[in-house]
């Protein structure tokens, strides 16, 4: 007999990232990190988890409530939900015990390989950037673990803009670092937050799929 996975590496491990082959033309790519160039999804899902129980939240944290607002940073987050539930979640804490979880889960980040082997194809042929909603510190972990960080001439993080996704802050300043115009660079999103941001900010966009058994 087969056992059933439970952590959220195993999950991972079964489940397929699909993205449609993009058009040529475009001279500068845009990753986004978490889901996209990093399997971290059921990580920071678990750490979400983990964070709302600690403080006694009254609400199930599901994955369809995780994904609605994948993209967004850690305290927009609990803010958002505060006003959803009606409830009065310390932000500032919940964010900072979701970090902490999460930092302790992050050892256990894979690569989402599609993504990743296409990234690397690319590698000293075209100016390649990383804009995540995340914070700085917590992305450039994730990808240092994953070996690719040296890969990107830019990582572009909450801190640095005023306004997350969906507006276009976070593309646009990654293509002005990687001195790319706009028009000519490819997004790789997971989120369909990520994926309006890019096309506000006049780029092309990939939506990355996930498919196959997701967390509880």
């Known amino acids: 007999m087969t056992s059933t996975p439970t952590s959220p590496a195993a999950n991972a491990a079964i489940v397929q990232h699909l ?17 996209t160039l990093a399997d971290s999804m059921p990580l920071h899902f678990a750490a979400w988890r983990a964070a709302f129980s600690a403080a006694g939240a009254p609400f199930t ?12 940073t ?4 609990v803010a958002e939900l505060n006003q959803e539930f ?4 310390d932000v500032d804490a919940v964010a900072a015990a979701q970090r902490k979880s999460y930092d302790e889960l992050l050892p256990q980040v894979g690569p989402v390989a599609s993504v990743v082997a296409f990234a690397r194809e690319r590698l000293g042929r075209h100016p390649m950037a ?5 914070d700085r ?10 070996g690719i960080l ?7 993080t909450a801190e640095d803009v005023v306004h997350g996704k969906p507006a276009p802050d976070l593309f646009l300043l990654a293509a002005e670092r990687i001195a790319v115009p706009p028009q ?24 990355v799929r996930r498919s196959g058994t997701l967390p509880g």
């Open 74 to 77: 850690l305290e927009i987050t």
């Open 61 to 72: 944290f599901s994955w369809d409530l995780f994904m609605r607002r994948a993209g967004k």
């Open 86 to 89: 009606s409830t009065q979640l």
């Open 150 to 156: 040296p890969w990107f001439g830019a990582v572009v």
């Open 19 to 35: 993205f449609d082959e993009p058009p040529a033309g475009y001279e500068g790519f845009i990753f986004d990190c978490d889901g």
């Open 184 to 207: 000519k660079c490819l997004v790789f999103e997971d989120s369909l937050l990520g994926i309006e941001a890019a096309h506000r900010a006049e780029m092309g966009a990939v939506l």
């Open 130 to 134: 990383v804009a995540s909603g995340g």
């Open 137 to 146: 510190v917590t992305v450039r972990r994730t990808l240092t673990s994953l």
